[in-house]
């Protein structure tokens, strides 16, 4: 039931954790112009977002079967 993968917490400091990283093939993060921040391609269930400044992003989560999700998280 991937339509209920969620972000936690949110907002998050450095760390967001995914609930379902199954079969996840890649996590995309964008910040709130669009601009493509960061790419992992290697998702595991916790994203390491410490760089990046605070504010308002755009996680999108791609899973194998092509489902995609994307999830606004606020970063502290």
Do not use: Q
Request: aromatic fraction near 8%; proline fraction near 4%; avoid cysteine.
């Amino acid at each position: 039931v991937k339509n209920e993968v969620s972000v936690y917490p949110n907002p998050f400091s450095d760390v967001l954790n995914i609930s379902d990283a199954k079969d996840l093939t890649s996590v995309l993060v964008y910040d709130m112009n669009g601009r493509l921040v960061k790419i992992n391609a290697k998702p595991e269930a916790k994203l390491h977002l410490g760089e990046l400044n605070a504010g308002l992003y755009m996680i999108t989560l791609k899973y194998k079967d092509g489902f995609t999700k994307t999830i606004k998280a606020v970063k502290k």
